[in-house]
């Protein structure tokens, strides 16, 4: 199994730009977390889903972030405009459900300068 | 909300020690208690994990305890080795109807010196 993939792995872009964050999970596994880790706030939740369509985004920070994820194998994380505050490492994760273990991806290094 | 508390923030133990790390909840409908480890680099992984139905459970060098009645639990790693340098966390979820979502805490940086 390829485990849980993300793309890209860095992404160093300007302030302003759209950013677009992606994840592959785990073939049969049908929910799905994006988290981001910073040094000051650790591991947050953003949003997750379940059998694709959006269960709990109370941990997207505002209005410039968004996700879908329109089919169970693909989703995206976008941010618009992006900022230095958003720098940060961004994680996937998936779980099958009924399921206790979450598999993160390996995450996308965000740098906005 | 913080509602998950973790201690300490970094711990630094010779090798062949025990390292101990702790973490206070304040959800009482918490029914999952796993902990991940993060090597520099890489995504958290599952380390172990205990439902409150029991007070210890052990794999290998890694044992967690549980105090329902305190609403904590640790996290310790017996004979610690250099390779078990990484960051921890503890974190709480509830399984049924709870959507499998992680409540994580601040992480741990463990350091295990020769």
């Known amino acids: 199994d390829a485990g849980v993939i993300q793309s890209p792995r860095h992404e160093v872009t300007e302030m302003g730009q759209e950013v677009t964050l992606r994840c592959k999970p785990i073939?049969?596994?049908?929910?799905l977390f994006w988290y981001r880790q910073t040094m000051m706030r650790g591991l947050e939740l953003l949003i997750y889903?379940?059998?694709?369509?959006?269960?709990?985004d109370s941990g997207m920070p505002e209005d410039r972030f968004s996700a879908k994820m329109p089919n169970a194998s693909f989703s995206t994380l976008k941010i618009q405009p992006s900022e230095p505050r958003d720098s940060a490492v961004y994680f996937c994760?998936?779980?099958?459900?009924?399921?206790?273990?979450?598999?993160f991806g390996p995450g996308t290094r965000l740098t906005v300068l | 909300q913080q509602q998950v508390k973790q201690s300490p923030q970094s711990l630094i133990v010779q090798k062949g020690g025990i390292s101990i790390i702790n973490c206070a909840y304040e959800?009482?409908?918490?029914?999952?208690f796993p902990w991940y480890q993060q090597f520099p680099g890489k995504g958290p992984a599952l380390l172990i994990a205990?439902?409150?139905?029991?007070s210890e459970k052990k794999e290998g060098r890694f044992t967690i305890s549980f105090n329902k009645s305190a609403k904590q639990f640790s996290l310790h790693i017996m004979d610690s080795q250099p390779g078990d340098s990484a960051t921890y966390f503890c974190?709480?979820?509830?399984?049924?109807?709870?959507?499998?979502?992680?409540?994580f805490g601040t992480g741990t940086q463990l350091k295990v010196e020769l």
């Open positions: 994760a998936s779980i099958t459900n009924p399921g206790n273990t979450q598999y």
């Open positions: 073939s049969g596994h049908n929910s």
């Open positions: 889903f379940n059998n694709n369509v959006p269960i709990d």
């Open positions: 959800n009482t409908a918490f029914d999952y």
């Open positions: 205990i439902r409150p139905d029991v």
């Open positions: 974190a709480a979820s509830i399984l049924t109807g709870g959507g499998n979502k992680l409540t």
